[in-house]
C-alpha cells in the first residue's frame, strides 16, 4: 500500500511543520463483541498502541504497547490496514502526522503485568466508541473491523 493512497485524518495546522512517526495499534474484541480501549487524561478515549522504538516492526510495537498499556497479551494479531493521522501534543514534543499501523488481535488478561497508571482499560462497544473516540482513524479501523464481520 503506497503512502498516498492511505487515508488521511484529522487537519494539519496552518504554519506547522508534521514529522512522520510510525506507530502500531491494536483492536481486541471480547466475545461480547466490544472493543479493548484506553481512557486516558483529559477523557481521550485511545486504542492501546503507540511509536514504534528503534527498529521495532510495526507488529512487535503494537504488542509491546498493548502489554505497557493494558496489562494484556497479545495471542494472535492480523494487520487489518494503515491510515496516516495528524496530532498535535499539547506539549513540548512536535507535532507528527502518525503512519498507524492496525492489527486485529486476540488478547488474555495477565495478571502479573501491570498497566500504566494513567490508562484506565475499558471494554466499550463499537457504538459507543463512534462518537467518543479522540481521533478518526481509530472510528475508521473499527468501523473497518465490524463491517468485515457482518460481510
Same mark, same amino acid.
Given at each position: 500500500?503506497?503512502?498516498? $493512497?492511505?487515508?488521511?485524518?484529522? $487537519?494539519?495546522?496552518?504554519?506547522l511543520?508534521? =514529522?512522520?512517526?510510525?506507530?502500531?495499534?491494536?483492536?481486541a474484541?471480547?466475545?461480547?463483541?466490544?472493543?479493548?480501549?484506553?481512557?486516558?487524561?483529559r477523557?481521550r478515549i485511545l486504542?492501546?498502541?503507540?511509536?514504534?522504538?528503534?527498529?521495532?516492526?510495526p507488529?512487535?510495537?503494537?504488542?509491546?504497547?498493548?502489554?505497557?498499556?493494558?496489562?494484556?497479551?497479545? $495471542?494472535?494479531?492480523?494487520?487489518?490496514?494503515?491510515?496516516r493521522?495528524?496530532?498535535?501534543?499539547?506539549?513540548?514534543?512536535?507535532?507528527?502526522?502518525?503512519?498507524?499501523?492496525?492489527?486485529?488481535? =486476540?488478547?488474555?488478561? =495477565?495478571p502479573l503485568?501491570?498497566?500504566?497508571? =494513567?490508562?484506565?482499560?475499558?471494554?466499550?462497544?463499537?457504538?459507543e466508541l463512534?462518537?467518543?473516540? $479522540?481521533?478518526?482513524?481509530h472510528?475508521?479501523?473499527v468501523?473497518?473491523?465490524f463491517?468485515?464481520?457482518?460481510?
Amino acid at each position: 500500500m503506497e503512502m498516498q $493512497t492511505l487515508p488521511q485524518f484529522g $487537519t494539519a495546522m496552518p504554519g506547522l511543520s508534521y =514529522d512522520l512517526r510510525p506507530s502500531a495499534y491494536g483492536v481486541a474484541l471480547n466475545a461480547a463483541s466490544r472493543v479493548l480501549v484506553c481512557r486516558r487524561s483529559r477523557g481521550r478515549i485511545l486504542l492501546p498502541g503507540g511509536g514504534l522504538i528503534g527498529d521495532e516492526t510495526p507488529e512487535a510495537a503494537m504488542v509491546r504497547e498493548v502489554a505497557e498499556e493494558t496489562g494484556h497479551r497479545v $495471542t494472535a494479531a492480523r494487520e487489518i490496514g494503515r491510515a496516516r493521522q495528524f496530532h498535535s501534543h499539547r506539549s513540548s514534543k512536535p507535532p507528527v502526522n502518525k503512519l498507524c499501523h492496525f492489527f486485529a488481535i =486476540d488478547v488474555e488478561h =495477565d495478571p502479573l503485568m501491570l498497566s500504566e497508571e =494513567d490508562h484506565q482499560v475499558v471494554w466499550m462497544s463499537a457504538h459507543e466508541l463512534m462518537s467518543i473516540f $479522540t481521533y478518526e482513524s481509530h472510528r475508521w479501523v473499527v468501523e473497518i473491523l465490524f463491517a468485515g464481520q457482518r460481510g
